[in-house]
């Protein structure tokens, strides 16, 4: 049984940080493509950061810099550390995991920051 499991979200206030986690199980996780996804209220998911089976990393424009994305093979996890958080940060993260013919999501945090 696949599962991905995020943790870390919460409350903050703006400028401050928060760390992500997704821990997989069920899939061969080491040749996953990795990625967070967002949704905030009334809008679309978009990707914020993704990291390839080799380690190559991939930023939205508007979290660069600020937003850095890692993997533990070892943990079968996968991280997002995430500073300077800014009120339009607010959103649910989805973790999610990549391979050529079949994708899986998490179920999702919160994230919420207050100004």
């Known amino acids: 049984q696949v599962q991905l499991v995020e943790s870390g979200g919460g409350l903050v206030q703006a400028g401050g940080s928060l760390r992500l986690s997704c821990a997989a199980s069920?899939?061969?996780?080491?040749?996953?493509?990795m990625g967070w996804y967002r949704q905030a209220a009334g809008k679309q998911r978009e990707l914020v950061a993704g990291?390839?089976?080799?380690?190559?990393?991939n930023y939205a424009d508007v979290v660069k810099g600020r937003f850095a994305i890692s993997r533990d093979n070892a943990k079968n996890t996968v991280y997002l550390q995430m500073n300077s958080l800014k009120p339009e940060d607010t959103a649910v993260y989805y973790c999610?995991?990549?391979?050529?013919?079949?994708?899986?999501w998490g179920q999702g945090t919160q994230v919420t920051v207050s100004s």
């Open positions: 999610n995991a990549k391979f050529p013919a079949y994708t899986y």
């Open positions: 069920g899939i061969f996780f080491s040749r996953a493509t």
């Open positions: 990291i390839t089976s080799l380690g190559s990393t």
